[in-house]
C-alpha cells in the first residue's frame, strides 16, 4: 500500500468539537488507553465522514486495524448524533435569526442494495437508497435533519412521520417546499401544479422557487460530505450518519 499527505478541508474547531465530545465519553465511561486518543479519533471519523474514504484506507493511514478504524468512527458518529439539535430546537433557531419561514425539502441517500429490496427503492431516481428530510433557513444553512425512512417512502409521508408541519406551525412559523408536498398542511406553501396555468400563477411559480432554492443548496452542502452521496453500509445507519454530519456542519458555518 502506497501513503500519500492529503489535506482535509475542516476547521480546528470542527476536530476540537468532536475530540471533546469523544474525551468526555471516555472520562464517564473510565475507557482505559487506547491507541488513538481523542484528537486523533475525532480526525480518523472527520476523514471517513468528509471524504467518504474506505476503513481499510483510513485504518493504514492513521497505523491502526481495519476493526479498530470502524469501531472508532462508529462510536464517533453514534455520539455526535447524539448532539443533533430537535426540529423544535432549530426552528427556535431560526426565528432568533430573524426568519418568517424554512424550507422542507427531502433527499435520497443512495446506497448498495439488490433489485429485490423494492422498499429501499425509489423510481424517481431509479436507485435504493433512504429518505431523509431537511428544514433549511430561507439562507440556505442547514438547520434540521430527519432519522431515515427506506427510499421507496414518499416526502409527504415522511414529513408526516416526523410531524414536521405541525411543529413547524407550533413554531408560528410557516415552510415553502415544492409540488411533493401537495397536500401536506395549511403551513406548506407549494407550487401550483398543472399545465395551461394562467400567467399569475407562473409568476407565482417562480417567486417560489426563487424562495425555495437555498433548500437545495442546504442539501449540497450537506452532501459535501462524501459518505453521504453514497453509503456502503447498513442503510438503517443512514440517520445517525446524517445527523453527526449536521453537528458538524452546523460548527463549519456556525
Partial sequence: MLFYRAAVPLSRRTLNLAARTIRAHRSKTGSRWRRL??????????????????????????????????????????????????????????RRKGSEYVIIDGTLLACDRVAADRPFYLGKYKQHGMNIQ??????????????????????????????????????????LADKGYVGLSDVVFCPFKGRGKPQWKNDANSEHARHRSPGES????????????????????AGAITRAVLVLQLRETG
Fill in 218 to 237: 442546504a442539501i449540497a452542502q450537506m452532501k459535501n460530505w462524501r459518505i453521504l452521496r453514497k453509503l456502503r453500509c447498513c442503510p438503517q445507519r
Fill in 134 to 175: 431537511i428544514v433549511a433557513a430561507p439562507d440556505g444553512s442547514l438547520l434540521w435533519t430527519s432519522w431515515s425512512l427506506p427510499g421507496a417512502v414518499h416526502d409527504v409521508r415522511a414529513a408526516r412521520a416526523w410531524r414536521v408541519a405541525e411543529r413547524i406551525a407550533a413554531a408560528d412559523l410557516v415552510a
Fill in 37 to 94: 486518543d481523542p484528537a486523533a479519533q475525532a480526525l480518523l471519523a472527520g476523514v471517513h465522514l468528509y471524504k467518504g474514504e474506505p476503513f481499510a484506507q483510513i485504518a493504514a493511514g492513521f497505523e491502526v486495524g481495519t476493526t479498530t478504524a470502524r469501531r472508532y468512527v462508529r462510536e464517533t458518529i453514534r455520539l455526535l448524533a447524539q448532539q443533533a439539535p430537535t426540529l423544535e430546537q432549530a426552528l427556535r433557531r431560526a
